[in-house]
């Protein structure tokens, strides 16, 4: 189910799985230098940004919240006084294992990668690795605990 102002760009290098819901005015950047996939049953809430230029994978059953934006390049840091804007672009996939809950406006950087079934707490930077039922927050996200059930 994709709601009313869903944008999807380069279609052809966004794979969607079954009974997939995108909330209105999410946009979907699929890129011909890396493929987005959202695996089956997977949640996106509303106002959600998600560029795939260095590849995005979600996995199923992931729930993904409101107004989170996941950045998958950044430019290259350039000596002063060169705009930034200008300097080449450097590229790392996302990707968020099965079972994850996103929490509402969290930021996913370039190269963040999340094991099953992590907590990511609202409005957090999420940058590095994070193991399986690893319960994380903050700016940047920290690891703060771990699901019952599971470990370190």
Not at 9 to 19: A, L
Not at 59 to 68: K, S, W
Not at 114 to 127: C, E, H, I, P, R
Request: proline share 5%; charged share 15%; aromatic share 6%.
């Amino acid at each position: 189910m994709f709601e009313e102002g869903v944008l999807v760009f380069n279609p052809g290098h966004v794979r969607v799985g079954s009974n997939v819901y995108v909330g209105h005015r999410a946009m979907l950047k699929g890129d011909t230098r890396g493929e987005l996939v959202l695996g089956d049953g997977v949640w996106v809430g509303q106002d959600c940004y998600i560029n795939s230029a260095g590849g995005v994978h979600i996995g199923a059953c992931t729930g993904i919240g409101p107004r989170t934006v996941i950045l998958t390049s950044t430019h290259r840091e350039t000596p002063f006084p060169a705009p930034i804007i200008d300097a080449e672009l450097e590229f790392a996939p996302v990707v968020i294992g099965a079972g994850c809950d996103i929490g509402v406006g969290a930021i996913l950087l370039p190269g963040a990668k999340l094991a099953d079934g992590v907590q990511v707490g609202a409005g957090s930077v999420v940058n590095g690795d994070f193991s399986a039922g690893a319960v994380i927050a903050g700016t940047p996200a920290r690891l703060l605990r771990y699901r019952e059930g599971a470990g370190s």
